[in-house]
């Protein structure tokens, strides 16, 4: 954690009815000297995709939504690709990341502390219609068509929240809470800081080196007390969203977290609880993709090579400023590993992979 520049880790591993194996180290908050912990609640990353990805696959299982429709038909607005107007582009292209949907710079600048002020209609409408105040030259979508390659998509995960919003005509928070968060126990869980207990809420911090200083002195906006910004040091974001929230924002303990684990491990429910059919749950951890051997819906495929077998492991990782996150299970053994670190500094691949392999 010294090398690596990280204030605070924390991990659990998990079986299919409980944690077997919980570890947390350094510290959630360095001014206060406020030790890391499971229950700490703190941003995950784009590991929230996948539960934008569990509230379509519900719609999807009461027939609201149909995976090869065209996302027009949800939204209310046009959403088409300029360089490629004709290609329409789909609920299963976004799930998969083909939908040709560009992260643009306005994505990247919109990032503020605290809850976002912009509603996510507007955000997507201003960014992917051609009538919007964000959209320019098309700078929004990459030149490929819609369906001919893979290509990550936090916009295109955003949209997705709006189709949830429209058909299930609520906020995707408010839906997510009454039907994936409230039924698996994750009472403590929310999209948005105003619904959770941000007393409780892990620091995220930057470490400031040579390398990335003008970066940081070029988004200072994250850093709410202005303070002064020396190599060595570690500083401490806000706590911050940004209007696309459906990609990146549910903010959770590892302890909860591993709720929504266990229940995609025991095919969609837990303690009587079920968010998803098993055969939904089974569509999802499903390669989707000729020729691609690691997308299912929204879920990425992993594999362990050891000398005498190789193990498949589905999950989903997550990263922003101040924070880095993983998720990842075997669905086979119903065992799978989370962890939580306060600086995006770092990867989390081997650990995980340690954690997964060495702990009984």
Known sequence: MTEKKIPGFAACKVGNDRIIWSKAYGQANIEKKTPMSIDGIMNIGSISKTFTTTAIMQLWEKGKIKLEAEVNDYVGFTVRNPKFPDKPITIFQLLTHTSSIRDGESYNHSYSC?????????????????????????????????????????????????????????????YCRNFIFNPLGMNKTGWMLSEVDTNNYITPYAFVTKENLNELLENKTLFPKNPELKEG?????????????????????????????????????????????????????????????????CWAKTEYKLPDKTITLWGHGGGDPGIATSLLFNPIDKTGVITFQNSETGGTGDIVRRIYLEVK
């Open 114 to 174: 605290g809850d976002p002020t912009i509603s996510l209609h507007d955000w997507i409408y201003d960014n992917l219609n051609e009538k919007g105040k964000l959209f320019g030259n098309g700078d929004n979508f990459h030149d490929f068509a819609p369906g001919e390659k893979e290509k990550y998509s936090n916009v295109g995960f955003g949209l997705l929240g709006l189709v949830v919003e429209k058909v299930s005509k609520q906020p995707l928070n408010i």
């Open 233 to 297: 040091s570690f500083v401490a974001h806000c706590l911050y969203s940004f209007p696309n929230y459906p990609d990146g924002l549910v903010r959770t303990s590892i302890r909860e977290l591993s709720y929504f684990l266990r229940a995609m491990m025991n095919g969609g429910q837990l303690n009587g609880a079920r968010i998803l059919n098993e055969s939904t749950v089974s569509k999802m951890l499903t390669l989707q993709i000729e020729g691609n051997n690691h997308r299912g819906l």
